[in-house]
């Protein structure tokens, strides 16, 4: 199993552009989500899915979109990227709306 | 709102030493409690999680946490740290009864010291 995975890792991009960040999981989990982790802020929560076709808000899901087609991708996009966008970005996805939740090995994204 | 709180943002120990780093949470109901580690340059990996029973769980590595329900705690313990323990240490909490939400803590950057 390859577990979580995300491309690109390193993504740099000017402000106004859009892009997709891709992730994907091979363990058939139903809930996915996606952080952004910040200097001395921790992980926050920007979107999340329940399961394919029902996606759902998080703590700051300003300027992102996410869908889910498939049970196996969870992409976000970014609209019009903005420098307060400069961050890294985690995907995760669990069995069940309480266990462990496996993380991906992230994308650093810097908007200039 | 929820939250959760790690009292110490960077710990420089020297190798052997003990290790404690805290952290609380505020939510009145049930949850589930995780703390992760994030080596330089990796992704997230699980330490240790919490879900019932025992209030005192071991983890890999050599770790452990302690559930205090009273103090709303869940600290992170290691009697003997080694230099491959430098990392970054995140407490998690899972509110019961919703989405699979984890709410982080900021983090907790310990360098330890040969």
């Known amino acids: 199993n390859a577990g979580v995975t995300q491309t690109p890792k390193f993504q740099v991009l000017k402000t106004g552009q859009s892009m997709t960040l891709q992730c994907a999981q091979d363990m058939n989990h139903e809930y996915m989500s996606w952080y952004r982790q910040d200097p001395g802020m921790g992980l926050r929560l920007i979107h999340y899915?329940?399961?394919?076709?029902?996606?759902d808000q998080g703590e700051v899901p300003n300027g992102y979109n996410v869908s889910r087609s498939t049970t196996e991708d969870f992409p976000l996009r970014l609209l019009s990227a903005a420098p307060s966008q400069t961050s890294v970005y985690f995907c995760a996805s669990s069995w069940g709306l309480e266990g462990e939740q496996f993380f991906g090995p992230g994308t650093r994204l810097t908007v200039l | 709102a929820q939250s959760v709180s790690q009292h110490n943002h960077h710990v420089i120990l020297s190798e052997a030493a003990s290790l404690e780093l805290g952290c609380n949470y505020s939510?009145?109901?049930?949850?589930?409690l995780f703390w992760y580690v994030q080596y330089p340059g990796q992704h997230l990996q699980l330490l240790l999680k919490y879900f019932s029973g025992d209030p005192l769980v071991k983890g890999i590595k050599g770790f452990e946490a302690e559930f205090i329900k009273s103090k709303f705690s869940f600290n992170l313990r290691k009697p003997s740290v080694q230099w491959s323990d430098t990392a970054e240490y995140f407490c998690a909490v899972n509110p019961l009864g919703g989405y699979n939400k984890l709410i982080f803590g900021a983090g907790t950057r310990l360098a330890v010291h040969p």
């Open positions: 939510y009145g109901g049930t949850v589930n």
């Open positions: 899915s329940v399961g394919a076709g029902i996606t």
